[in-house]
């Protein structure tokens, strides 16, 4: 597939910034047991997927990262910090979505 805009890649790290906050005031509001390392592991993938969508406009790759990273926090963002996953998780899918979508058919001038 081509390539995203700057405008849309900014968007996306928008997005991954919005749910990395989130996770982030979770983590302030919440006492986790001793151990738990769902906060550590979710803000991880969050900023390492922030990290390789700065540096690409790439749209399938975009999509697989954003996929990958949908997978992994559903595995590892159980106990406290699962309703940042959650909201993490339904942006993750808007996005990919959008980025999957057909673009809009053109009007032809001829017409």
């Known amino acids: ?57 790439d749209r399938d790759q975009i999509v697989d990262w954003l996929k990958l990273s949908d997978g992994y926090i559903a595995l590892t963002g159980g106990g406290a910090v699962a309703p940042a996953v959650k909201r993490a998780r339904e942006a993750f899918k808007v996005m990919w979505e959008e980025l999957e979508a057909p673009p809009p058919a053109q009007l032809s001038a001829a017409g």
């Open 1 to 57: 597939m081509a390539d995203i805009s700057v405008q849309a890649q900014q968007r996306i790290l928008s997005a991954i910034r919005e749910r990395l906050q989130d996770v982030r005031t979770l983590r302030a509001s919440t006492r986790a047991k001793n151990g738990y390392m769902g906060f550590n592991l979710t803000e991880t993938t969050l900023s390492e997927l922030h990290d390789v969508v700065a540096k690409s406009l």
